[in-house]
């Protein structure tokens, strides 16, 4: 006898299947060809879905740090952008299909945060829309739009479970070294010709290909990045007490190997971070108040007068990053460094005019052809030059408040102020009173808040990526925590009430009786 529903299940497959395989088949004639990608590309998300329904959180959290491109994808969207999307509907199908399934609800975070997307969309309605350039849009400044829609949507994907304690440090380490991909950014000089494929999905950094790549002269941020990941690991999971006085030499090997690589960058931005973050949590740890600071005081000054007469010695990374100090560096590096901020003064200059006219309706991201054809001859921008004119209209500004005022106006403003404080004392609260198997972690996370308000404010900063770190710390640190962590309660014991001694006391009889 045959087996009519095996049979009936087999057809189907076969009807699914075949039709499948030609398509695939034509399309892979012209294998570099765009619809190609997307053709494999959609082709493998649905095979993936058993996959994402399982795994999507832990992608989620390694995304977010990972410096990876969707290259089959219309407009070539980063990673994290793409799983936050899928995350966050995964979740919310699984909340209404389980009713036990809850989100974490802090709404002194979620009310600002809704309030800024309702900033951000009313502005696009009234300035010109959402436009995507790569989908066959007029209007160009879309992508701005989603990367700073999707960096607020991460908190809420990230808030979607509680990640169990026993779970913390896995997940910890993976948003952490995940970081780790940008090394491979940096060997695209290096790399065979038939292996340039792997830079579809890691985009190349922005080394000079032209001149013969040198270490020490060649800027790699991409290795510097990935050296910081790991120093910032070592310091969270181990916290600088177990890196230092732990008596264990490989933590500070590595820690220190680390942290000096990050010098092949020549950012002076990652010395900047890399020094106050590691100095907030070394005050966070309560390590001011032992013996460890003359330690670190004198190897401090012993550090300082070593520097000082081989500073014009060290390679052009290492003087590039390090001229923000008053040392004896070599000409070109001080003035690589001085042009670099000399070109965003001119540029806060040309565009601070534009302050006021949008204080009330920002100026969104939307840019016209009309934009294009006013570069060169716009007002506000007689003293920037080419170069310049292209980050102006972009809002790409360099400055914190600058990126928030003139596209969002004072109601961006009291919005991203509004998260940015609510966050802050979270941050405090859950490492104060959070659970002590995370209170390192705790500690890095409150120092890079604080860290990157501050630069934010004061140093250098953009809406887009700051408002997304902001963000993903956030929805970290409570998904952790599993919210938002309070002093515990004090139990009272029951005393019996006091009785007063004059009820054991015979009543004094009255001296005279009538």
Partial sequence: MTNAPAILKSLIIYAVCVPLAVIVGYKLTSPLDFTTFAYAGILGLLLAIPLLLRWHYPLLVFSLNAS??????????????????????????????????????????????????????????????????AFGSDVFGGRKYLILSLGILSYFALTARRIP??????????????????????????????????????????????????????????????????????????GLRGIFLSGKPGRLVLFSLTSLMIFLGGYRIYIVSYVLVMGLMFFLEGLHRTRALPVFVLAGILGVVIIIPLAPHLPFTFQRALAFLPLNLSPEARESAEDSSQWRINMWKAVLPQVPPHLLLGKGYAISMEDYEMMGRGVSFHSVDASQQGLALAGDYHNGPLSVVIPFGIWGVMAFLWFAIAGLRVMCCNSRYGNGSLRTINIYLLASYVYVFVRFLFIFGALTGDMMALANMLGLSIALNGGVCRPARQTVQAQSPMVHPAKFLPRARPAFQR
């Avoid at 990941?229 to 070592?234: E, G, K, R, T």
């Fill in 68 to 133: 990876m491109y969707m290259f089959f994808l219309k407009g070539r969207p980063d990673f994290w952008m793409v799983m936050v999307a899928l995350s966050l509907c995964i979740s919310l199908m699984d909340r209404a299909m389980n009713s036990q399934m809850r989100f974490i609800h802090v709404p002194q975070i979620s009310m600002p945060l809704v309030c800024m997307l309702a900033v951000i969309i009313l502005t696009a309605k009234l300035t010109g829309g959402i436009g995507l350039h």
């Fill in 165 to 238: 304690p026993e779970q913390a440090r896995w997940f910890f380490g993976l948003y952490m070294l995940s970081g780790l991909t940008c090394l491979i950014s940096d060997l695209y000089p290096i790399t065979p010709s038939f292996l340039h494929f792997i830079f579809w999905m890691f985009p190349p950094s922005s080394i000079d290909t032209s001149s013969p790549f040198e270490l020490g002269v060649s800027r790699l941020g991409g290795i510097a990045g990935a050296a910081g990941s790991i120093a910032f690991w070592l310091a969270a999971r181990h």
